[in-house]
């Protein structure tokens, strides 16, 4: 497996199409609903394995000062628990500290609580619902 950042427009592409496909389509969100405004600014990592296939990505942004958000955090179905999402968070906060950001808060789906937890996030408090139907909660870690 390699971590980077997408390098192409073809690769760029894909890790949309993919963020789209896991974390909006499921939810009947059209095209498009899977960008927002910082993704010029943004730290964008995808995941490939050996055979050049996308397996999951994720995004860090400046929120403000020394504070970064990670966003759109996905990982293939078919590739989940093998410690391809961990392996990307850790490159992001990497990349954080690099970049001066100190400290990531985020909002996680229900689901992947635990899995933040594990990477060491501390849950704050009950956040908003997406879609209707989806309960996010903030956490936040400390890198430094
Ligand atoms: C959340 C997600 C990105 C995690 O990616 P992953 O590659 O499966 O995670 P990893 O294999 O690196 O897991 C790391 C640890 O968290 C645990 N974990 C992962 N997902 C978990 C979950 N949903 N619930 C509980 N524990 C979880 C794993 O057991 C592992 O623990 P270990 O190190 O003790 O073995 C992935 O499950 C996913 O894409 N979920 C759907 C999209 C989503 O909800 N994204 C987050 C938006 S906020």
Known sequence: MVIRPPATEPEFEAYYAFRWKILR???QQPPGSEKDDCEEEAIHLA??????RLIGVGRLHRVRGNVGQVRY??????QRSLGVGKAILKELEFRA????????????RQDAVQFY???GYQLLRPSDTLFGTIPHFEMWKRLR
């Open 25 to 27: 389509h499921p939810w």
């Open 47 to 52: 995941a490939w394995d050996d055979t050049g």
């Open 73 to 78: 955090m996905a990982v293939d179905p078919g």
């Open 97 to 108: 500290l690099q970049t001066g950001i100190q400290e990531i808060k985020l909002n996680s």
């Open 117 to 119: 937890q594990k990477n």
